[in-house]
């Protein structure tokens, strides 16, 4: 890492800005070839030294909360979409004077806020069958996130004047979605919401868009979009496709600080802390990509641990390529999105520095 690693103290998130307008230019030019507007999510990237260049590629950002909000002003977005699970009165109405678009997550709060001066719409739960990890999948019958749509459509067929104001839809369906899933979602809402989508200002479709992946089907994407747009050339598709805009822009670095037997397992306490610098570990409990490992066994194998007195803060089991040495630094990568979000200080550690390289 250009001798970086061994000047900076650990531990710290390092971007490489190449890499980041390499995403921003791919999906600059898919806006481009669909006439779609890709919003990018604060919850997933909000380093303030970056936001702005995000900004100036994309067509705005997505928010949940004021103090997102700030950062999207601060950063010029130039459309600012709100959506959160519920909002208290005078917080929603201070935000709606900022904001482009809002969402709105449930029919109590349709009618608490429809007279609110600003293009709303209702977050929609279609409930599509896909293979999605339980704890992020938005479909399941019993989330909390989005209105069933069977209860939005007899609600809108039955007394349709309650929804004069509502100029949007949002579906949030997908995850880390290479083509497939979207095509099922299209159909899904032309299918269903046909009586719905002539009145309509704007879509926003959400995230789980995979669209930096050199595996996503740009082709069946543009042609869907090129197709429903024909038939609904007054409706603007907005997505907020979350970690594609970041995904593989950047690496975590850590020190080894101790290595310890026990019951013939080696065990490597690093400088960080699932708890503080990679809290999605723990929640999603996903197996981190990290550099000088391999899939097949080697004779190396070592549990990476965090330096905290919680038992549980076990970051995972590698395969590496030679001996750790107590010193040697640990890269993991691709660990741009939805990490630095989430830090805390947790046993008393520092936040983990960030660098833009």
């Not at 705005?60 to 009165?89: C, D, R, V, W």
């Not at 995850?175 to 095509?183: A, L, M, P, R, V």
Request: proline share 4%; aromatic share 10%.
């Amino acid at each position: 890492m250009f001798g970086m690693s061994k000047i900076m103290p650990t531990p710290y998130f390092v971007m490489y800005e190449n890499k980041l307008m390499q995403n921003l230019n791919k999906l600059k030019e898919l806006e481009e070839k669909t006439n779609v507007h890709i919003l990018h999510t604060v919850k997933s990237f909000n380093q303030s030294s970056v936001l702005p260049t995000i900004s100036e590629k994309l067509s705005g950002i997505s928010i949940t909360s004021p103090k997102e909000l700030g950062m999207a002003q601060t950063a010029n977005a130039k459309h600012i979409h709100l959506y959160a699970p519920a909002f208290k009165y005078d917080v929603l109405e201070s935000m709606s004077k900022d904001i482009s678009t809002l969402s709105l997550n449930s029919l109590n709060q349709w009618e608490t806020f429809k007279t609110l001066i600003v293009s709303k719409g209702l977050r929609i739960n279609p409930k599509l069958s896909l293979e999605i990890p339980e704890h992020c999948n938005p479909n399941v019958t019993d989330s909390r996130l989005g209105i069933d749509a069977v209860e939005f459509l007899d609600n809108y067929h039955n007394n349709s004047n309650q929804f004069n104001q509502l100029e949007g839809l949002h579906f949030h369906a997908l995850f880390q979605d290479k083509g497939e899933g979207f095509t099922l979602l299209i159909q899904y809402i032309e299918k269903n919401y046909s009586a719905v989508l002539p009145k309509l200002k704007w879509i926003n479709l959400g995230g789980g868009h995979d669209f930096t992946s050199p595996n996503y089907d740009v082709d069946t994407f543009v042609k869907l979009l090129n197709d429903f747009e024909s038939s609904y050339p007054n409706i603007k598709i907005y997505f907020e496709p979350g970690e594609t805009v970041t995904q593989s822009c950047g690496d975590f670095v850590t020190t080894v600080l101790d290595i310890v037997t026990v019951n013939k397992k080696q065990i490597a306490i690093l400088d960080t802390s699932i708890e503080t610098h990679l809290l999605d570990v723990a929640i999603v409990q996903q197996k981190l990509k990290v550099q000088n490992t391999n899939q097949e066994p080697t004779p190396y194998l070592y549990e990476l641990s965090g330096n905290s007195c919680l038992q549980g803060d076990i970051i995972g089991t590698y395969f590496f390529t030679k001996d750790l040495q107590v010193g040697e630094q640990i890269i993991f990568e691709d660990m741009m999105p939805y990490t630095m979000v989430k830090m805390t200080k947790f046993n008393g550690m520092e936040k983990a520095k960030f660098y833009l390289v």
